[in-house]
Protein backbone atom coordinates (compact mmCIF):
# COMPACT_ATOMS: atom_id res chain seq x y z
CA UNK A 1 0.00 0.00 0.00
CA UNK A 2 1.49 3.38 -0.71
CA UNK A 3 1.99 5.59 2.23
CA UNK A 4 3.21 9.25 3.42
CA UNK A 5 6.34 9.02 5.33
CA UNK A 6 6.67 11.25 8.35
CA UNK A 7 9.38 13.67 7.05
CA UNK A 8 8.96 13.11 3.33
CA UNK A 9 8.50 10.67 0.32
CA UNK A 10 6.27 8.06 0.29
CA UNK A 11 6.56 4.30 1.35
CA UNK A 12 6.76 0.85 -0.58
CA UNK A 13 6.84 2.04 -4.69
CA UNK A 14 3.61 2.01 -6.03
CA UNK A 15 3.86 -0.66 -8.89
CA UNK A 16 0.45 -1.58 -8.66
CA UNK A 17 -1.43 2.27 -9.16
CA UNK A 18 -4.25 2.04 -12.13
CA UNK A 19 -5.10 5.59 -12.00
CA UNK A 20 -1.23 6.45 -12.82
CA UNK A 21 -1.18 4.45 -15.95
CA UNK A 22 -3.83 6.26 -17.74
CA UNK A 23 -3.35 9.65 -15.89
CA UNK A 24 -5.63 11.69 -18.07
CA UNK A 25 -8.44 9.93 -17.70
CA UNK A 26 -8.13 9.44 -14.35
CA UNK A 27 -8.05 13.35 -13.86
CA UNK A 28 -10.83 14.02 -15.98
CA UNK A 29 -13.27 10.84 -14.86
CA UNK A 30 -12.10 12.26 -11.23
CA UNK A 31 -11.13 15.30 -9.64
CA UNK A 32 -11.31 17.62 -13.07
CA UNK A 33 -14.71 16.42 -14.46
CA UNK A 34 -15.22 19.86 -14.11
CA UNK A 35 -13.00 21.03 -16.57
CA UNK A 36 -13.90 18.07 -18.87
CA UNK A 37 -15.65 17.73 -21.89
CA UNK A 38 -16.84 14.06 -22.17
CA UNK A 39 -19.16 12.04 -24.29
CA UNK A 40 -19.03 8.26 -23.13
CA UNK A 41 -16.04 6.62 -22.43
CA UNK A 42 -14.00 9.39 -23.39
CA UNK A 43 -13.40 12.82 -22.18
CA UNK A 44 -10.76 15.79 -22.98
CA UNK A 45 -9.87 19.21 -21.11
CA UNK A 46 -11.44 22.44 -22.12
CA UNK A 47 -10.08 24.46 -25.01
CA UNK A 48 -7.37 26.61 -23.41
CA UNK A 49 -6.67 24.54 -20.11
CA UNK A 50 -4.70 21.61 -21.32
CA UNK A 51 -3.90 19.88 -24.58
CA UNK A 52 -5.12 16.22 -24.15
CA UNK A 53 -7.86 14.05 -24.76
CA UNK A 54 -8.28 10.56 -23.28
CA UNK A 55 -9.85 7.32 -23.41
CA UNK A 56 -11.58 4.86 -20.54
CA UNK A 57 -9.47 2.10 -21.96
CA UNK A 58 -7.09 2.66 -25.00
CA UNK A 59 -7.49 -0.72 -26.26
CA UNK A 60 -10.96 -0.92 -26.10
CA UNK A 61 -12.17 0.10 -29.99
CA UNK A 62 -15.58 1.85 -28.82
CA UNK A 63 -14.13 4.50 -26.34
CA UNK A 64 -12.20 5.70 -29.14
CA UNK A 65 -15.58 5.94 -31.54
CA UNK A 66 -16.61 8.05 -28.05
CA UNK A 67 -13.87 10.04 -28.67
CA UNK A 68 -14.42 10.49 -32.30
CA UNK A 69 -18.02 11.49 -31.23
CA UNK A 70 -16.70 13.80 -29.06
CA UNK A 71 -14.22 15.64 -31.24
CA UNK A 72 -15.41 15.61 -34.32
CA UNK A 73 -14.25 15.02 -37.93
CA UNK A 74 -10.81 15.50 -38.63
CA UNK A 75 -9.84 17.04 -35.37
CA UNK A 76 -6.38 16.91 -34.37
CA UNK A 77 -5.52 15.54 -30.33
CA UNK A 78 -3.09 14.28 -28.27
CA UNK A 79 -3.52 11.02 -26.49
CA UNK A 80 -1.16 9.00 -23.91
CA UNK A 81 -0.77 6.23 -23.02
CA UNK A 82 -1.08 4.72 -26.84
CA UNK A 83 0.46 1.81 -27.94
CA UNK A 84 -1.27 1.50 -31.06
CA UNK A 85 -4.08 3.73 -32.99
CA UNK A 86 -6.93 2.35 -34.42
CA UNK A 87 -7.88 1.61 -38.32
CA UNK A 88 -9.29 5.22 -39.52
CA UNK A 89 -7.03 7.27 -37.01
CA UNK A 90 -4.18 8.94 -38.33
CA UNK A 91 -0.80 9.23 -36.38
CA UNK A 92 0.67 12.25 -37.19
CA UNK A 93 3.75 12.12 -34.80
CA UNK A 94 4.09 10.35 -31.40
CA UNK A 95 7.29 10.46 -28.28
CA UNK A 96 8.27 8.58 -25.63
CA UNK A 97 7.39 10.12 -21.69
CA UNK A 98 8.74 8.97 -18.35
CA UNK A 99 6.51 8.81 -15.55
CA UNK A 100 8.26 9.72 -11.86
CA UNK A 101 6.37 9.28 -8.60
CA UNK A 102 7.57 10.78 -5.23
CA UNK A 103 9.14 8.23 -3.00
CA UNK A 104 11.93 10.22 -0.99
CA UNK A 105 11.11 13.99 -1.75
CA UNK A 106 11.77 16.64 0.88
CA UNK A 107 8.81 18.81 0.69
CA UNK A 108 8.81 21.83 2.63
CA UNK A 109 7.27 25.37 2.12
CA UNK A 110 9.34 28.17 0.35
CA UNK A 111 9.09 31.61 1.57
CA UNK A 112 9.99 33.38 -1.49
CA UNK A 113 7.39 32.03 -3.45
CA UNK A 114 4.01 33.78 -4.37
CA UNK A 115 0.75 32.09 -5.41
CA UNK A 116 0.11 32.98 -8.75
CA UNK A 117 -3.88 33.36 -10.15
CA UNK A 118 -5.32 34.36 -13.97
CA UNK A 119 -3.59 38.20 -13.35
CA UNK A 120 -0.22 36.24 -13.70
CA UNK A 121 -1.27 34.60 -16.95
CA UNK A 122 0.46 36.84 -19.50
CA UNK A 123 3.91 36.81 -16.92
CA UNK A 124 3.28 33.40 -16.74
CA UNK A 125 2.95 32.88 -20.78
CA UNK A 126 5.37 35.07 -21.40
CA UNK A 127 7.94 32.88 -18.92
CA UNK A 128 6.97 29.64 -20.61
CA UNK A 129 7.50 31.03 -24.21
CA UNK A 130 11.78 31.59 -23.11
CA UNK A 131 11.93 28.32 -21.23
CA UNK A 132 9.88 25.92 -23.40
CA UNK A 133 8.43 23.48 -20.18
CA UNK A 134 6.17 22.01 -21.75
CA UNK A 135 2.48 22.83 -22.85
CA UNK A 136 0.81 25.61 -21.15
CA UNK A 137 -2.38 27.13 -22.21
CA UNK A 138 -4.31 30.82 -21.38
CA UNK A 139 -6.28 28.49 -18.61
CA UNK A 140 -3.62 25.76 -18.00
CA UNK A 141 -3.35 27.87 -14.46
CA UNK A 142 -6.93 26.96 -13.40
CA UNK A 143 -5.21 22.88 -12.87
CA UNK A 144 -4.28 23.70 -9.78
CA UNK A 145 -2.27 25.71 -7.68
CA UNK A 146 1.13 27.55 -9.28
CA UNK A 147 3.82 29.31 -7.54
CA UNK A 148 6.40 31.26 -8.52
CA UNK A 149 9.92 33.77 -7.44
CA UNK A 150 10.03 36.99 -8.80
CA UNK A 151 13.34 39.35 -8.59
CA UNK A 152 12.73 43.43 -8.40
CA UNK A 153 8.85 42.10 -9.35
CA UNK A 154 9.76 40.18 -12.24
CA UNK A 155 8.57 36.54 -12.62
CA UNK A 156 12.04 34.31 -13.25
CA UNK A 157 10.46 30.49 -12.00
CA UNK A 158 7.70 28.49 -11.21
CA UNK A 159 5.98 25.44 -11.02
CA UNK A 160 2.91 23.90 -10.23
CA UNK A 161 0.04 21.34 -10.58
CA UNK A 162 -1.72 20.25 -13.63
CA UNK A 163 -3.44 16.56 -13.51
CA UNK A 164 -5.42 15.88 -10.07
CA UNK A 165 -6.37 12.14 -9.86
CA UNK A 166 -7.31 10.18 -6.89
CA UNK A 167 -4.57 10.16 -4.55
CA UNK A 168 -2.35 12.00 -7.15
CA UNK A 169 -1.59 15.04 -8.13
CA UNK A 170 1.43 16.13 -11.12
CA UNK A 171 3.98 18.72 -10.42
CA UNK A 172 4.05 20.57 -14.02
CA UNK A 173 5.62 23.94 -15.73
CA UNK A 174 8.84 24.03 -13.46
CA UNK A 175 10.91 26.57 -15.51
CA UNK A 176 13.37 28.89 -14.34
CA UNK A 177 14.54 31.89 -16.50
CA UNK A 178 17.89 31.43 -18.04
CA UNK A 179 19.21 34.21 -16.41
CA UNK A 180 18.28 32.83 -12.56
CA UNK A 181 19.43 29.18 -13.14
CA UNK A 182 21.76 26.96 -11.43
CA UNK A 183 20.01 28.79 -8.32
CA UNK A 184 17.90 26.34 -6.79
CA UNK A 185 14.29 28.05 -7.53
CA UNK A 186 13.18 25.12 -9.80
CA UNK A 187 13.42 22.78 -6.45
CA UNK A 188 12.79 25.12 -4.34
CA UNK A 189 9.17 25.64 -5.94
CA UNK A 190 8.77 21.68 -6.68
CA UNK A 191 9.16 20.91 -2.78
CA UNK A 192 7.04 24.25 -1.96
CA UNK A 193 4.13 22.68 -4.86
CA UNK A 194 4.91 19.46 -3.23
CA UNK A 195 4.33 20.26 0.17
CA UNK A 196 0.91 21.68 -0.56
CA UNK A 197 -0.11 18.60 -2.69
CA UNK A 198 0.54 16.65 0.66
CA UNK A 199 -1.33 18.59 3.28
CA UNK A 200 -4.34 17.40 1.10
CA UNK A 201 -3.02 13.72 1.61
CA UNK A 202 -2.08 13.71 -2.04
CA UNK A 203 1.13 11.88 -3.28
CA UNK A 204 3.04 14.48 -6.21
CA UNK A 205 4.34 12.55 -9.55
CA UNK A 206 5.71 14.26 -12.76
CA UNK A 207 5.99 13.43 -16.52
CA UNK A 208 8.84 14.39 -18.42
CA UNK A 209 9.96 13.51 -22.10
CA UNK A 210 12.06 10.98 -21.74
CA UNK A 211 14.97 12.57 -23.70
CA UNK A 212 15.00 14.79 -21.00
CA UNK A 213 17.89 13.53 -19.43
CA UNK A 214 19.07 16.08 -17.31
CA UNK A 215 15.10 16.91 -15.89
CA UNK A 216 15.38 13.33 -15.09
CA UNK A 217 18.77 13.26 -13.42
CA UNK A 218 17.55 16.72 -11.25
CA UNK A 219 13.88 15.06 -10.59
CA UNK A 220 15.87 11.95 -9.03
CA UNK A 221 18.10 13.42 -7.20
CA UNK A 222 15.62 15.19 -5.05
CA UNK A 223 13.72 12.37 -4.50
CA UNK A 224 11.48 10.97 -7.36
CA UNK A 225 11.61 7.41 -9.30
CA UNK A 226 11.20 6.31 -12.03
CA UNK A 227 8.13 4.65 -12.69
CA UNK A 228 7.11 4.01 -16.33
CA UNK A 229 7.52 5.38 -20.00
CA UNK A 230 4.62 5.56 -22.28
CA UNK A 231 4.13 6.46 -26.03
CA UNK A 232 2.63 9.96 -26.27
CA UNK A 233 0.64 9.87 -29.93
CA UNK A 234 -0.83 13.12 -31.78
CA UNK A 235 -3.80 12.04 -33.99
CA UNK A 236 -5.97 13.05 -35.88
CA UNK A 237 -9.60 11.46 -36.16
CA UNK A 238 -11.16 10.10 -38.57
CA UNK A 239 -13.35 12.25 -41.51
CA UNK A 240 -12.35 15.54 -43.07
CA UNK A 241 -8.66 15.52 -44.23
CA UNK A 242 -6.28 18.29 -44.16
CA UNK A 243 -5.48 20.33 -41.36
CA UNK A 244 -8.60 19.82 -39.46
CA UNK A 245 -8.98 21.51 -36.33
CA UNK A 246 -6.80 21.59 -33.69
CA UNK A 247 -6.79 21.04 -29.65
CA UNK A 248 -2.89 20.82 -29.36
CA UNK A 249 0.08 23.56 -29.04
CA UNK A 250 3.42 22.94 -30.91
CA UNK A 251 6.54 22.45 -28.60
CA UNK A 252 10.00 21.84 -29.93
CA UNK A 253 9.34 17.95 -29.59
CA UNK A 254 6.23 18.52 -32.22
CA UNK A 255 8.46 19.99 -34.50
CA UNK A 256 10.92 17.67 -33.90
CA UNK A 257 8.27 15.01 -34.61
CA UNK A 258 7.30 16.04 -37.53
CA UNK A 259 11.19 15.79 -39.20
CA UNK A 260 11.19 12.01 -37.73
CA UNK A 261 7.32 10.44 -37.73
CA UNK A 262 7.02 10.38 -33.95
CA UNK A 263 6.81 14.77 -24.52
CA UNK A 264 7.50 17.85 -21.91
CA UNK A 265 4.01 18.02 -20.28
CA UNK A 266 5.07 16.36 -21.97
CA UNK A 267 5.61 13.60 -23.30
CA UNK A 268 4.17 15.70 -20.87
Known sequence: MHRHVPGGGAGPFPHDAPALD????????????????????????????????????????????????????????????????PDGWEALGDGEGVQ??????????????????PGDVPEILDLVARTRPGPFLRRTVEMGTYLGIRHHGRLVAMAGERLRLPGWTEISAVCTDSAYRGRGLATRLVRAVAAGIRERGDTPFLHAAADNTSAIRLYESIGFTLRRRSRIVQVRSPGTTGAGRALSVMTRTDRRSQARPAASDAGR
Open 22 to 85: NAVWAALDGPHAHLAQRFGRAARYRPEIYAFAAVADPADPSAWDDLHTLVGPGTTVRVKPVERV
Open 100 to 117: LVDTALRAEPAPEAVRLG
